[in-house]
């Protein structure tokens, strides 16, 4: 994505107008006013628009689609999840720190052992595109430690480019590492994300939903079991969409209130690529020049790093849990376990069966 640029944009037209005009714009940013629509009373919408901060295209989709078995997941207290891994899976080094990092802090909290995978080599995110490749590979250690994962892998694949791969070989190498990690629960971009712009989202979505069903089998790649690896039966996942434009069904809405630091913190440490990183910084130096601050930026670049995140880049995220009474929430498709189909039918079989 082309997110530095968007940044570039802002910071331009922040400087040509002088800062009264691009804090005029803040401040209009969330007005009370709802979406108009010119659907007739005989339709029942299917997909929702809902208020948006306007302070960035990059954190909430443009619409909402709503399974009527939405849940919404809470804290958990007594680590749940002890002894179950999670895999956070991303084409881009800022994906799951915009998207998901809340909900993958929540669940490490929980009890879970998590790993971050990515798949490109974020070469086209940095002043050229030697920089965005070491510049990203540095970041995702650090957003990983963010989120309290504990170790981030990284595929390489060229940016924007992973089309130009064999799906076949990023199913294998997931496959590979699934069974490795043992992993149960995986986090990636929703495979069916509709009007997604960016094609490595795609690649990775439907990469990580052939290796979750194939990790578990016996026939695939039998050669892994002779070196000693064991299938990995993958039971939950949380697929999120893109935004702008990209949304998917939604049938889980996380709340990640508890959570909301430790995903601004993700995202700072995002400086080659996304929205986040230097930031705040970056717009009190440019203050400080026109003989202006922002009493929320403080009065050094970390504190203004995080507070600009928290205040600009998670109001999305603010106004998304209000939907649902949270304080900050993010929403996904999730895929949960299976029921036990045949221990059913043993159980059935047990209760029903006769003498001969
Ligand atoms: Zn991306």
């Given at each position: 994505m082309q997110r530095r640029r968007f940044l570039s944009r802002s910071a331009a037209a922040g400087v040509a107008a002088g800062f009264g005009a691009t804090l005029k714009a803040a401040s209009d940013a969330q007005s009370p006013s709802g979406p108009s629509s010119d659907l007739p009373s005989k339709f029942t919408p299917a997909a929702h628009s809902i208020p948006h901060s306007n302070y960035s295209p990059f954190t909430t989709p443009d619409y909402y689609t709503f399974a009527d078995d939405l849940i919404i997941e809470r804290n958990a207290s007594n680590k749940p999840h002890q002894g179950k891994i999670l895999a956070a899976i991303q084409a881009h080094s800022d994906d799951i720190p915009l998207f998901a990092a809340g909900?993958?802090?929540?669940?490490?909290?929980?009890?879970?052992?998590?790993?971050?995978?990515?798949?490109?080599?974020?070469?086209?995110?940095?002043?050229?595109?030697?920089?965005?490749?070491?510049?990203?590979?540095?970041?995702?250690?650090?957003?990983?430690?963010?989120?309290?994962?504990?170790?981030?892998?990284?595929?390489?694949?060229?940016?924007?480019?992973?089309?130009?791969?064999?799906?076949?070989?990023?199913?294998?190498?997931?496959?590979?590492?699934?069974?490795?990690?043992?992993?149960?629960?995986?986090?990636?971009?929703?495979?069916?994300?509709?009007?997604?712009?960016?094609?490595?989202?795609?690649?990775?979505?439907?990469?990580?939903?052939?290796?979750?069903?194939?990790?578990?089998?016996?026939?695939?790649?039998?050669?892994?079991?002779?070196?000693?690896?064991?299938?990995?039966?993958?039971?939950?996942?949380?697929?999120?969409?893109?935004?702008?434009?990209?949304?998917?069904?939604?049938?889980?809405?996380?709340?990640i209130s508890s959570y909301i630091d430790q995903k601004v913190r993700t995202n700072m440490a995002n400086r080659g690529k996304g929205p986040a990183g230097t930031a705040g910084a970056r717009l009190r130096q440019q203050l400080a020049r026109q003989g202006r601050k922002l009493p929320l930026l403080g009065n050094d670049d970390e504190t203004a790093n995080f507070a600009y995140v928290k205040h600009f880049l998670m109001d999305d995220f603010r106004i998304l849990g209000r939907q649902f009474g949270l304080e900050c929430a993010e929403a996904f498709r999730y895929i949960g376990p299976e029921p036990d189909y045949l221990g059913n039918i043993v159980k059935y079989a047990e209760e029903h069966s006769v003498p001969l």
């Open positions: 909900t993958v802090a929540k669940l490490i909290d929980e009890g879970y052992t998590g790993y971050l995978i990515r798949l490109s080599n974020d070469e086209a995110a940095g002043s050229t595109l030697g920089h965005g490749v070491v510049q990203n590979d540095a970041d995702i250690q650090e957003a990983a430690k963010a989120m309290g994962l504990k170790k981030a892998y990284s595929f390489y694949y060229r940016n924007h480019r992973m089309d130009d791969n064999a799906a076949i070989e990023i199913r294998a190498r997931l496959i590979f590492l699934f069974r490795m990690l043992q992993v149960n629960t995986v986090f990636a971009m929703d495979p069916y994300d509709h009007y997604d712009e960016n094609p490595d989202h795609i690649v990775a979505g439907k990469a990580v939903e052939g290796a979750c069903w194939m990790a578990g089998g016996a026939k695939d790649y039998p050669e892994h079991y002779k070196a000693g690896l064991k299938p990995a039966h993958i039971r939950e996942k949380y697929y999120h969409a893109r935004s702008p434009q990209g949304h998917n069904l939604v049938n889980r809405v996380v709340d």
